[in-house]
């Protein structure tokens, strides 16, 4: 049995965190000793693991519920499951295209100053116009 310290140090996460997931049913509730120190054996540590991994991939913790959900029902079709990560990575692509999309503005803005003075600084000047900065499904609409 490991105490709630030994369980964050073995899946690198935070004490804190650990008593979170207990609060919002992510973690069920440990058992505990006489002295009422919890107590996680090999399957709470399993399952810390999951969401720790989970979230390393950017899951949310609504995500995680509903895989933790399917994974108590191991007969079901993983279809399920499927459909859950194919969400998460349309959503980690969608992420990328708009780093992407401040990478290019960010190397314009920068290509585009002339090193003189501040007065004239042209990343400053782009910064002071939101509406250049602006896509065109954030502009305002006339």
């Given at each position: 049995?490991?105490?709630?310290?030994t369980l964050a140090k073995r899946t690198g996460t935070k004490v804190q965190t650990i008593r979170y997931y207990e609060q919002i049913g992510l973690m069920p509730e440990p058992g505990r000793?006489?002295?009422?120190?919890?107590?996680?054996?090999?399957?709470?540590?399993?399952r810390l693991s999951f969401?720790?991994?989970?979230?390393?991939?950017?899951f949310s913790l609504?995500?995680?519920?509903?895989l933790l959900d399917l994974s108590d029902s191991p007969e079901r079709s993983c279809a399920q499951v499927d459909a859950v990560a194919?969400?998460?990575?349309?959503?980690?692509?969608?992420?990328i295209a708009r780093l992407e999309a401040l990478r290019i503005e960010l190397r314009r803005m920068i290509g585009e100053c002339r090193a003189d003075r501040v007065a004239n600084c042209r990343i400053l000047e782009v910064l002071r116009d939101h509406e250049e900065c602006l896509s065109d499904h954030d502009r305002p609409s006339s």
């Open positions: 049995m490991l105490s709630i310290g000793t006489d002295g009422g120190q919890r107590r996680y054996g090999d399957v709470e540590l399993d969401i720790r991994h989970s979230r390393q991939l950017g609504g995500a995680i519920r509903e194919q969400k998460q990575l349309r959503e980690v692509e969608a992420r």
